[in-house]
């Protein structure tokens, strides 16, 4: 592999200055002194490699939410010692020796039925996935597999935690050809495995604000604790593969608010480093491989402009992120180097900052990209950096990043980013605390604008007055743990100082009229009312649907499924006439999910308390509805229903408040669980 470009040989020390002799015309004469700087910093190094499993203690963790725990001991960085020096007088010589053994790949492959005659001869399998294949005796076990629809149905790929504390494995694998049922199964484990990291971050950081007070649990890092705990309990996904390509169950446009949740999906692998590949050491070839890259503007040569990015290779920074040596051929930067090679394309997560985040910035996967080029330039320190450019494959649905500009747009300037189309900027007529939109460039249909807009449920008055003893809690500054509320709600509020549902439970007792806590008791959330700019838009899969402009982070409140409340003798009279009602007691029980740590606890208890009889209401919508009426259903819901009450306190007529059971893109729909038959995909025909 020769020098890309005739310039100084950045893997040796470098040169005092050197002057090089330019040509210029013969009227003119001159020379030009070029003079590469010299490094006077120390820069740090760059986490090349994943560390030895036994390079960190986990043991710890097991008490993470006991009085007495502390935050594991998870390393800061995960660096280790760069691979060697690569010296230009090899190059050619390694070049060589890789197109033979590819060449020797291919042969073998091809000839495998007629080779192995001849004795027992090691050929690669033709029907294998992997892309750099593992000797047999070397590959792990894994622990569970789903089957994955292939070429040859027989083989299998685990895409649940291999065992306990297992490294990552060597062979790397692209998975084709998934069929619906596959995509659904994928994602509901990605759906699952999510949720569990948000619940086991939520309730790490209250634990820290319990012992050190409300306003610390930032420091404790949950994120770090979740995953640390995860991988303890073997929960972390795609462990027993490194798959190239797309990660099944993982869709473009998904949002993460941190690393190690990229890390924990198997999406990125890399804590710290912007390019995640398999290392030369692990590699069969004795090349590394690159799977994905993270492109967040933390180098000063990057240019991002979307479908094609020029990406500047990893190293030579200071603590500072400053460029203060030169990059080396080495470690991710070669591994992009060989992937560009191979022709295999690489998955590309954006870091983009976003007000209100819980950790400044989000990542987006934005899809998978081609590496076109690669050369070597002086940036604009002054140092040598190698630079990639990449290509978005085509086909593929629209980038995350792109459309949470483009809702960023629609927040700010509705009618200029989108001039045709809206049929309403506020159809609550200001009801709301924030404009619902009402969107249709599909059709005429402009059914929503005929129906009353309704903020809160109507329950009948004597609602009211059964069950309600009118007393409440006397927090004067807010509720404390151990007031009367907390009493009512099992010992724990529902939610933390954030407003995140901490747990699903039967119902949860806000803090109502009869209670002495102000309107920023941390036990007053879901009866504030939307938070979120939604817009209802018509859809050609699903009629009208409800989309939101804003991220809308997992545990987080949306709004109040709201209607007119009817009793039984009432719900048979509108059901003669031929009315179509909504019956609570059919919203499946997705509240049951939302911290549910079976898997991590093993003494874990579904929540049963506060207890709820059955609810025997209905709901009608015919006339007066808000903007939930008109969400999709979907047996994979990002959205659960969780009962409250907080103006009355009888169990028989509780509020439906709508939480996000993920974190929510902008501009994605969101849809519920009506509890209806998998195979019916639209919603009810009174809200359509």
Same mark, same amino acid.
């Given at each position: ?18 002057? #090089? ?12 002194? %070029? ?46 010692? /760069?691979? &060697? ?10 070049? +060589? ?51 994955? !629809?292939?070429?040859? /149905? ?14 990552? &494995?060597?062979?790397?694998?692209? *998975?084709?050809?998934?069929? =619906? ?127 094609? =990015? #020029? ?40 870091? %983009?900052? $976003? ?16 590496? +076109? ?14 630079? $990639? ?26 009618? &200029? ?62 509720? @404390? ?54 817009? %209802?838009?018509? &859809? ?20 109040? $499924? ?10 048979? *009279? ?5 009315? @179509? ?56 819901? !990002?959205? +659960? ?30 849809? %519920? ?16």
């Amino acid at each position: 592999m020769g020098s890309l470009v005739p310039f100084q040989d950045l893997n040796l020390s470098p040169e005092p200055p050197q002057t #090089i002799s330019v040509d210029t015309p013969p009227s003119v004469t001159s020379t030009s002194t %070029i003079t590469f700087l010299t490094p006077k910093i120390e820069p740090k190094q760059e986490p090349f490699d994943e560390p030895a499993p036994t390079q960190t203690n986990y043991r710890q963790i097991n008490t993470l939410f006991s009085p007495s725990s502390s935050a594991p001991e998870f390393p800061s960085n995960l660096e280790s010692t /760069p691979l &060697s020096n690569i010296s230009s007088s090899t190059d050619d010589q390694n070049a +060589l020796y890789s197109e033979y053994f590819r060449i020797s790949e291919l042969f073998r492959s091809a000839f495998a039925k007629r080779l192995q005659k001849y004795g027992d001869i090691d050929v690669l399998d033709p029907d294998s996935r992997a892309i750099v294949p593992l000797p047999e005796e070397q590959r792990e076990p894994t622990s569970e597999t789903s089957p994955i !629809n292939t070429s040859n /149905p027989d083989r299998a790929l685990s895409v649940v935690g291999s065992r306990r504390r297992a490294g990552r &494995s060597n062979e790397l694998v692209r *998975v084709t050809n998934l069929g =619906i049922e596959d995509e659904r199964h994928f994602r509901d484990v990605v759906r699952r495995t999510r949720m569990m990291y948000d619940s086991l971050r939520i309730l790490a950081i209250l634990e820290e604000e319990k012992r050190k007070g409300p306003g610390h649990g930032r420091r404790a890092r949950g994120d770090l604790r979740a995953a640390a705990l995860m991988r303890e309990r073997g929960l972390w996904l795609n462990r027993d593969k490194r798959i190239v390509g797309s990660i099944p169950g993982i869709e473009i446009g998904d949002l993460f608010f941190f690393r190690m949740e990229l890390c924990v999906m198997g999406l990125h692998g890399q804590a710290q480093a912007g390019i995640d590949y398999l290392p030369a050491s692990q590699s069969s070839n004795g090349e590394p491989i690159a799977t994905s890259i993270i492109v967040s503007g933390g180098y000063e040569d990057d240019q991002d402009a979307g479908d094609l =990015i #020029i990406y500047t290779g990893h190293g030579g920074q200071d603590k500072l992120s400053r460029q203060c040596m030169h990059q080396k051929l080495e470690g991710g930067n070669l591994a992009l180097e060989r992937s560009m090679h191979y022709g295999i394309e690489v998955r590309v997560i954006r870091g %983009i900052k $976003y007000e209100n985040s819980v950790s400044s910035k989000v990542y987006v996967y934005d899809g998978l990209y081609k590496i +076109l080029d690669c050369w070597f330039d002086v940036g604009k320190s002054g140092f040598g950096v190698y630079k $990639y450019r990449l290509l978005r494959i085509d086909g593929q649905p629209e980038m995350g990043s792109s459309i949470m500009r483009f809702a960023e747009s629609l927040r700010t300037r509705p009618l &200029s980013a989108r001039p045709m189309g809206y049929l309403s900027l506020d159809i609550s007529m200001k009801k709301e605390k924030v404009p619902v939109f009402l969107y249709n460039d599909i059709d005429s249909d402009h059914d929503p604008m005929y129906y009353d807009y309704l903020v809160k449920t109507v329950f009948p008055p004597y609602a009211f007055g059964q069950g309600s003893n009118r007393t409440g809690c006397e927090c004067v500054s807010g509720c @404390t743990e151990g007031c009367f509320c907390a009493m009512k709600n099992g010992g724990d509020f529902g939610y933390d100082h954030n407003g995140l549902l901490l747990r699903g439970k039967p119902v949860i007792f806000e803090c109502g009229n009869f209670c002495q806590c102000p309107p920023t008791c941390r036990n007053r959330v879901s009866q504030h009312g939307l938070r979120n700019r939604l817009e %209802i838009f018509r &859809s050609r899969e699903t009629g009208w649907g409800v989309r939101s402009l804003d991220l809308i982070q997992a545990g987080a409140f949306i709004c109040e $499924y709201a209607g007119v409340v009817l009793t039984r003798e009432q719900a048979q *009279v509108f059901t003669m006439n031929g009315d @179509t009602l909504i019956y609570p007691n059919r919203f499946s029980e997705r509240w049951a999910e939302w911290g549910d740590l079976s898997q991590i606890f093993a003494e874990y208890v579904r929540p049963s308390y506060p207890s709820i009889p059955p609810l025997g209401f209905a709901m009608d919508v015919s006339r007066m509805r808000n903007v939930a009426c008109y969400m999709s259903h979907s047996s994979s819901p !990002n959205v +659960l229903v969780q009962c409250v009450l907080y103006d009355h306190n009888n169990l028989m007529f509780p509020h439906l408040m709508l939480f996000a059971l993920e974190n929510i893109p902008p501009m994605r729909e969101l849809s %519920i669980d009506y509890g209806v038959a998998d195979e019916w995909t639209g919603k009810l025909s009174i809200c359509n």
